[in-house]
C-alpha cells in the first residue's frame, strides 16, 4: 500500500546541522498531515514538528528557532531541517503520514510511520 522512508540521520557534533527527509511512496491519493517524532532510549516517543497539507506547521517549544520542517507535495516528501544540535537530540527519529489511498475502486484512509533513523549529537 503505502511505505515511508526516513533517510538522513547519522553522527554529528554538538552545534552541527542535520537534515532528514521522509518519502512517500506507493498508491498514494493525498497525504494530510505529516510529522516528526522521536524516541531516546528508555524515553517515549514525542513529537518534535507537524505539518499539515498546506504547509502550516507547528513545533515543540525545545525544537523552536532550532528546527524547521517542510514538505514538497508533488515529490510526496517532508523534511526535517535541524541545526544547533545538542546531545540531547540523540533519539531515533520516524516520519509519520496520514495518508489517503487507492484501495480496489475506492480510497481509504490510513496513519503510517516509517521505520526510523538514528541521530546521535557527541557532545
Known amino acids: 500500500q503505502v511505505q515511508l522512508v526516513e533517510s538522513g540521520g547519522g553522527l554529528v557534533q554538538a552545534g552541527g546541522s542535520l537534515r532528514l527527509s521522509c518519502a512517500a511512496s506507493?498508491?498514494?491519493?493525498?497525504?494530510?498531515?505529516m510529522g516528526w517524532y522521536r524516541q531516546a532510549p528508555g524515553k517515549k516517543r514525542e513529537l518534535v514538528a507537524a505539518?499539515?497539507?498546506?504547509?502550516?506547521?507547528n513545533y515543540v517549544d525545545s525544537m523552536k528557532g532550532r528546527f524547521t520542517i517542510s514538505r514538497d507535495n508533488a515529490e510526496n516528501t517532508m523534511y526535517l531541517q535541524m541545526n544547533s544540535l545538542k546531545p540531547e537530540d540523540t533519539a531515533v527519529y520516524y516520519c509519520?503520514?496520514?495518508?489517503?489511498?487507492?484501495?480496489?475502486?475506492?480510497?481509504?484512509?490510513?496513519?503510517?510511520w516509517g521505520q526510523g533513523t538514528q541521530v546521535t549529537v557527541s557532545s
Open positions: 509519520n503520514a496520514d495518508v489517503t489511498y487507492y484501495s480496489g475502486s475506492k480510497a481509504d484512509r490510513h496513519d503510517y
Open positions: 506507493g498508491s498514494i491519493f493525498s497525504i494530510n498531515a
Open positions: 505539518i499539515t497539507s498546506g504547509g502550516s506547521s
